[in-house]
């Protein structure tokens, strides 16, 4: 059973950068992939990007390239989700959410909410 | 403005069926899979139905999936109280190249 864990609450000034992990248990590191999903304040689901687990490869939605990335340290089994150049719109709480190929996004993270402010 | 279209709202009293819907185009629901999440606000969102009408192991069969063309619709039975959340269907779109989620509908049981 995959259970997926996040890192706290960050908070940020406008222009700097942010990692948030999101460390999985009961992985078999095959077949899977792994997405992340935002939610501004008051406001539906807003896919980010996806990493395939096993081969490490990456797609972005286009409305974030060049401000996001995802990368995996396989020896912790922890995803790292760093989005740069924060902007007061960026203020949402973070999910992971784990896809086995051919299902839906489950389970989910609990969320991180990251505060964007002057 | 979402690519996925639901209503914002929907309602029903205990005991009665509640249908929520999604409709989308050729390039999300009318080539790929439909998913159904539910959010207690403040909480992560679960996954209730996937593939169109498959539910994980602890999902209640009172939920169930169906799509037709570039609609889908999420039916909950029986309504009851701890069914008052939020759900947002998804689904992949490759003409945008991302997943795509419905807007969201809140659902308050009477």
């Known amino acids: 059973q995959v259970q997926l864990v996040q890192s706290g609450t960050e908070v940020k000034k406008p222009g700097a950068s942010v990692k948030i992990s999101c460390q999985a248990s009961g992985y078999s590191f095959s077949n899977y992939f792994l997405h992340w999903v935002r939610q501004a304040p008051g406001h539906g689901l807003e896919w980010m990007g996806i990493l395939d687990v096993g081969g490490g490869s990456t797609t972005y939605a286009q409305k974030l390239q060049g401000r996001v990335s995802l990368t995996r340290d396989t020896s912790t089994r922890t995803f790292y989700m760093e989005l740069s150049s924060l902007r007061d719109e960026d203020t949402a709480v973070y999910f992971c959410?784990?896809?086995?190929?051919?299902?839906?996004?489950?389970?989910w993270g609990q969320g991180t909410l990251v505060s964007v402010a002057s | 403005q979402s690519v996925l279209t639901q209503p914002p709202s929907a309602s029903g009293t205990p005991g009665q069926t509640v249908t929520i819907s999604c409709s989308g185009s050729?390039?999300?629901?009318?080539?790929?899979?439909v998913n159904w999440y539910q959010q207690i606000p403040g909480t992560a969102p679960r996954l209730l139905i996937y593939?169109?009408?498959q539910r994980p192991s602890g999902v209640s069969d009172r939920f169930s999936g169906s799509k037709s063309g570039t609609s889908a619709s999420l039916a909950i039975s029986g309504l009851q109280p701890e069914d008052e959340a939020d759900y947002y269907c998804?689904?992949?779109?490759?003409?945008?190249?991302?997943?795509?989620f419905g807007g969201g509908t809140k659902l308050t049981v009477l």
């Open positions: 998804a689904s992949w779109d490759d003409s945008l190249n991302i997943w795509v």
């Open positions: 959410a784990s896809q086995e190929a051919g299902r839906g996004f489950d389970p």
């Open positions: 050729s390039s999300n629901i009318g080539s790929y899979a």
């Open positions: 593939i169109h009408g």
